[in-house]
């Protein structure tokens, strides 16, 4: 039976507090990325986040969790309640956050009461003390019972590095860790041992974005795989804010599913928020190995898929096509996954190289055959052709197709095909100097090279060189 699992198990640190105390903040300035959106609108984030912290040779993993509302939550701040609930749970330690520059809140000290019946941890961190006179004002927060308020600014980074050492030495003191865990020295430089292994991870780990218009079920699909509520889900259009990365292990193949808000066409994005969500999302693709584009079935195809599709090809990602709410379709029969397949690629054309799979994120049909498709995939990337079997390919194609020219009147001569890159595959096509290449005939090889030696799924690169003999 297939397994799927979290690769790694680091020691975990949730922040927990109400909206607007700066969460997203301290989480991007401890893990040094800025991973979680940030803004000043309660409800910002929403799914809790997890990033890596490296400190003082030792590694933890961080938890952003959206802002807790006990008094009035309703609607989706009940999602965003139980999200921090699971990090809650989840965590070995716990940093309540409040708000140096408000005074104590009704919301802190409900959120302080439910904290304090835990037997693990809890940090009690004043955010926002920018100056002198922040920090001596935190004495109000003594009155929450979890000892002396730790003042920071995620902001400028004050009081961070204390913040660390506090929760480093707690961890070790937890694990019984007299000496380093992490493997980077102090020196903040990697040894060559340790650059073999990180360049060995990389290798070993295969990254999936999820891209789609709203609502077409992309953090159902990662819920239904992970076989845990990991993300919200709500009718509601763009719940999903923040690019998530989550790490995953399936019979020893590593995974990072990246999940991403959904986008809408450009014209219709208005809010602030919205459009950076969008620009995360499109950032993801560039930085993925096999990017899913989502769709729901039961809805006709737009122009807006197109546009995505266009997005995943202009990164040179590899792609599948995901069609998604096949429970939707109703009386289905022996032939309609053809049907629909037939549709599919009558409608993205130069999408046929794409597999497509059918899937119930709702009802979790074939839903775990995605990882396997995005193996199969990824391993086509990495595909290289002997110059030998190219130099054969070239001779046939050429016997088969002669060149044809593009403007001008001289037929184009070939001389070679050969294999400059994996990941993705690119050739490049050695040519007379003087002659014109049309660009079907690029179109040809392409095609052709995929029908000979497959390449699924993965975007093929000719390049054309000419040559002066």
Do not use: C
């Not at 650059?195 to 295969?206: H, P, V």
Request: no cysteine; glycine share 4%.
């Amino acid at each position: 039976m297939n397994q799927i699992s979290n690769q790694v198990q680091l020691n975990k640190v949730a922040i927990i507090g109400r909206a607007n105390v700066g969460k997203s903040t301290l989480f991007n300035k401890l893990i040094e990325k800025k991973k979680a959106i940030t803004s000043n609108i309660a409800g910002t984030t929403r799914d809790r986040s997890y990033g890596t912290v490296s400190w003082q040779d030792f590694e933890f993993q961080l938890i952003d969790t959206g802002g807790v509302d006990i008094i009035h939550p309703k609607n989706i701040e009940k999602d965003i309640l139980k999200q921090a609930e699971i990090a809650r749970q989840e965590a070995d330690l716990i940093l309540l956050l409040v708000d140096a520059q408000e005074n104590l809140m009704p919301q802190d000290k409900i959120i302080a009461n439910l904290l304090k019946k835990e037997t693990k941890t809890i940090f009690l961190v004043a955010n926002k003390a920018d100056n002198l006179k922040l920090k001596e004002s935190v004495t109000d927060f003594y009155q929450l019972g979890l000892g002396s308020p730790l003042p920071v600014s995620a902001l400028n980074g004050t009081g961070t590095g204390d913040l660390l050492d506090e929760i480093v030495k707690q961890l070790k003191n937890k694990n019984n860790l007299p000496a380093a865990r992490l493997s980077l020295p102090k020196s903040g430089k990697h040894d060559n041992q340790q650059t073999t292994i990180n360049k060995q991870q990389i290798t070993n780990n295969i990254r999936i974005a999820i891209i789609g218009k709203p609502n077409v079920g992309k953090s159902t699909l990662i819920n239904a795989i992970l076989g845990e509520e990991r993300m919200i889900t709500s009718p509601v259009p763009y719940t999903t804010r923040d690019s998530q990365d989550i790490d995953i292990s399936l019979d020893g193949q590593n995974f990072t599913l990246i999940d991403t808000a959904g986008i809408r066409k450009h014209a219709k994005i208005k809010n602030r928020l919205e459009k950076f969500s969008v620009h995360q999302a499109l950032l993801s693709i560039k930085r993925t190995d096999v990017t899913l584009l989502m769709t729901d079935v039961s809805q006709a195809l737009s122009q807006q898929d197109k546009t995505l599709a266009d997005e995943i090809l202009n990164a040179q990602a590899s792609l599948i096509i995901v069609a998604n709410k096949w429970d939707k379709i109703k009386e289905k029969e022996t032939r309609t996954i053809n049907k629909f397949t037939d549709y599919y690629y009558g409608f993205f054309p130069f999408l046929k190289f794409a597999p497509i799979i059918f899937v119930s994120a709702l009802e979790k049909q074939r839903v775990k055959k995605i990882l396997n498709l995005a193996k199969e995939v990824y391993s086509e990337r990495q595909r290289q052709i002997t110059e030998n079997a190219l130099d054969k390919f070239l001779n046939k194609m050429i016997k088969k197709q002669p060149a044809t020219k593009g403007k001008g009147t001289k037929h184009p001569r070939l001389f070679q095909l050969k294999q400059l890159d994996i990941n993705p595959p690119q050739f490049e096509l050695v040519k007379d100097y003087q002659s014109d290449l049309h660009e079907s005939y690029l179109r040809f090889l392409e095609n052709q090279l995929r029908e000979k030696f497959g390449f699924l799924g993965t975007p093929v690169i000719i390049k054309v060189r000419r040559l002066k003999i």
